[in-house]
């Protein structure tokens, strides 16, 4: 079935260094979501991503979705306290199906 | 509007014992889900509905029961618990205007624990 696999797990940065997740899909996807989860929290809704090769951003989060459609990544410059959490991707090849990526854990150091 | 709103916010169980999970919205959304997140682990899709009197399966299904008899709840029920349901669930809602193409709301989260 499909897989959507994110790295890293884990990544402690010191305040005001960058971040990079990256989120791959066994299969060709439709479309990708990205979620925050605060710890203890619910996730929260970030972006959704259609296009091929398609590039947004927010504020200091910039999020790409790849040319072949099977890869994602969230780009956070100058990262701060307020950024710690868990990231998410949720990918689905065209059903109703969400898979979720594995997450990577982000711990900001002051 | 409240949201996606679960109940409870805690429960324990004892291996075999039965319960429902609630979930419901206001935003008069059609596609509602209930996922399960382990430790250390992303969210796994258990049962999910496009509308009401509609529901399918997702990723591990097995163990649980849906019914989407209004376009407001959603309830999840545990047939016969194991420890292996140890998990926190969450509820999330869609408008699902354009077909998989909206965000999704989740609700609280209900940290379940079998004994």
């Known amino acids: 079935g499909q897989q959507v696999m994110q790295i890293p797990r884990y990544q402690h940065v010191q305040e005001g260094e960058d971040f990079t997740t990256y989120c791959n899909s066994s299969?060709?996807?439709?479309?990708i979501q990205w979620y925050k989860q605060r710890p203890g929290g619910h996730p929260v809704f970030l972006i959704q991503?259609?296009?091929?090769?398609e590039v947004k951003k927010q504020k200091r989060l910039t999020f790409q979705f790849g040319e072949a459609k099977k890869n994602s990544s969230l780009h956070i410059t100058a990262t701060q306290t307020t950024d710690v959490g868990t990231y998410f991707c949720?990918?689905?090849?065209?059903?109703?199906?969400?898979?979720f990526g594995t997450g990577t854990r982000l711990k900001v150091l002051a | 509007n409240a949201g996606v709103t679960q109940t409870p916010k805690f429960q324990v169980l004892k291996t075999g014992q039965s319960m429902t999970l609630q979930c419901a919205q206001d935003m008069n959304h059609e596609y509602m889900s209930w996922y399960r997140q382990d430790p250390g682990m992303g969210l796994r899709l258990i049962h999910y509905?496009?509308?009401?009197?509609?529901?399918d399966q997702g990723e591990v299904p097995n163990g649980y029961n849906v019914s989407r008899s209004t376009t407001e709840d959603f309830p999840l029920r545990l047939l016969s618990a194991a420890p292996s349901q140890t998990s926190v669930y969450f509820c999330?809602?869609?408008?699902?205007?354009?077909?998989?193409?909206?965000?999704?709301?989740f609700g609280p989260g209900t940290r379940l624990t079998v004994l």
């Open positions: 949720a990918g689905t090849s065209g059903t109703y199906k969400y898979i």
């Open positions: 509905s496009v509308g009401a009197g509609i529901t």
């Open positions: 991503l259609v296009k091929s090769g």
């Open positions: 299969t060709t996807l439709s479309n």
């Open positions: 999330a809602s869609s408008p699902a205007r354009t077909r998989l193409r909206d965000e999704q709301f």
